[in-house]
């Protein structure tokens, strides 16, 4: 993809609306987001992406009374720097900080696929394993990485986190959608299903908001701090996370947001 292509398909979106805090309306009242009524499926590489990249989304959407669940795809095995660790003890350690995260979330519902670590690709066996938890989950939002940030100003995108992304986007069209994609689903009890909207995290092309001011936030840093195989403990997370929600919150207006490049998919 050119990056004149590239630059295209980001202005796409440029007409429609931004989706900023209390836009949407649900039975329980105001939303937050205009994300489509009906569940939410978060779409991650490793343990701590679902957190660092919408954390507090899942929060807000738990409070406004969604169902959310996450797909974690790596076993995370990559995630640190002593090569004598076995894999397998990284491996359940993460799974249990990923699930004490979520907890702190109000996630209660959490998948490990458990692909080797560093060397996801963009394959069918990927893809089948998530158009099958598409078709479980029936989510009328997906989050997931987006595929297209590679390059940022100062570090370059996780290529497990690209590969995600972009096996995520295969998975939601056509896999999931599809009849006639991944027949041996049908034969599991799992029919086709059409995601309604996208929501892609760590973007350059944000052009949706979710406000995480207040508890939201409060209970994303909660959730990060699960994460205690992952931390420096000479890095306090904690002001970067908030001056980050801070700096992302200034285009759309808010005190605190997390950022999101949003595809909403035809009928
Ligand atoms: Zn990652």
Request: proline share 7%; glycine share 10%.
């Amino acid at each position: 993809m050119t990056d004149d292509k590239e630059q295209q398909e980001g202005t796409g979106e440029a007409g429609m609306a931004p989706d900023v805090a209390g836009e949407g309306q649900t039975d329980k009242g105001p939303s937050p987001t205009a994300l489509p009524e009906g569940p939410v499926l978060v779409v991650a590489a490793h343990p701590d992406d679902p957190d660092f990249g919408c954390g507090g989304a899942m929060a807000r959407l738990v409070q406004e009374g969604r169902q959310v669940a996450v797909v974690v795809v790596t076993d995370g095995t990559e995630g640190g720097e002593d090569p004598d660790i076995p894999d397998e003890e990284l491996r359940d350690r993460r799974e249990g900080e990923q699930r004490a995260a979520l907890q702190e979330l109000g996630v209660h519902e959490v998948a490990f696929l458990r692909f080797p670590d560093g060397r996801l690709q963009p394959a069918l066996d990927v893809r089948h394993a998530l158009t099958r938890l598409i078709r479980y989950y029936r989510p009328a939002t997906v989050f997931a990485h987006d595929p297209t940030a590679h390059l940022f100003d100062g570090y370059i995108n996780h290529p497990d986190h690209r590969a995600a992304g972009l096996v995520t986007l295969d998975a939601v069209f056509p896999s999931a959608g599809n009849p006639r994609a991944f027949r041996d689903l049908l034969a599991e009890g799992l029919p086709a299903h059409k995601v309604k909207a996208v929501y892609l995290f760590y973007t350059a092309h944000a052009n949706a908001w979710i406000d995480i001011a207040g508890a939201p936030l409060e209970r994303k840093l909660a959730g990060l701090s699960r994460h205690q195989s992952q931390l420096n403990p000479e890095w306090d997370y904690t002001v970067w996370i908030r001056e980050e929600a801070a700096r992302t919150g200034k285009e759309p207006g808010l005190e605190a947001a997390e950022g999101f490049r949003r595809i909403t998919l035809g009928d």
